[in-house]
Each structure stands twice: as structure tokens, then as C-alpha cells.
Nanobody, 120 residues
Framework: QVQLVESGGGLVQPGGSLRLVCAAS????????MGWYRQAPGKQRELVAI???????NYADSVKGRFTMSRDYAENTVYLQMNSLKSEDTAVYYC??????????????WGQGTQVTVSS
């Protein structure tokens, strides 16, 4: 099986920064995409950023220019650098991976989530 473990959430003041980390482990043949999603209270889960195997990254309009997603291919780890945080960024952030465990078995995996709170 595959496990995704997030870390790096916390409480930060508006305008501050945080870096989230997501490490994938287990029976990984190949990672197709990895992404970050978030869910605020009373709202649906939404895409924040997604990175394809080819290296391209797409961001939600609300975070463009403030958030940067990067990946360490050797360690199967992705990062989300969040700058200029706003109160509306407050949410539980989830790591997602679409991962092949064999050449033909594709699964959709989620981390446990990490809370990000932006407040003065």
C-alpha cells in the first residue's frame, strides 16, 4: 500500500509564511500526479496546486503568485511553500497522490490532513 504523511501546518499571522511537506512511502512504482487540496469549514474541498509527472504545476487562481509547489523526486516528497498568507487560506490542507503501485494499478491516495490557521 501507499501512505502519504503531511506536516508543517500551524498558526500564522496574516502576511506570514508556512511550508507544508508531504512524504509518500510504500509500494510506489511511479507517481503520476501529486497535489495539495484544502477544505475550509462549511466548504467543499478544493484544489490548491497539482504537479504532474512531467513537472508542470497548476495553481488555483486564489493562490497564484503566493504559493509554490515543488517536488523532491528522489524522496517522493512534495512541498507547498505558502507566502503572504491570508485569513481565507485557513483550512485543513490535504496531500493527494495518483500513484501506480504496479505498471497498471493506479490508485488515488490521501494524507491525513494538516491544519493551517491564519489569524492575528
Amino acid at each position: 500500500q501507499v501512505q502519504l504523511v503531511e506536516s508543517g501546518g500551524g498558526l500564522v499571522q496574516p502576511g506570514g509564511s508556512l511550508r507544508l511537506v508531504c512524504a509518500a512511502s510504500g509500494n510506489i512504482f511511479s507517481i503520476v500526479t501529486m497535489g495539495w487540496y484544502r477544505q475550509a469549514p462549511g466548504k467543499q474541498r478544493e484544489l490548491v496546486a497539482i504537479r504532474t509527472r512531467g513537472g508542470s504545476t497548476n495553481y488555483a487562481d486564489s493562490v497564484k503568485g503566493r504559493f509554490t509547489m515543488s517536488r523532491d523526486y528522489a524522496e517522493n516528497t512534495v512541498y507547498l511553500q505558502m507566502n503572504s498568507l491570508k485569513s481565507e487560506d485557513t483550512a485543513v490542507y490535504y496531500c493527494n497522490g495518483r500513484i501506480l503501485t504496479t505498471p497498471t494499478d493506479l490508485g488515488d491516495y490521501w494524507g491525513q490532513g494538516t491544519q493551517v490557521t491564519v489569524s492575528s
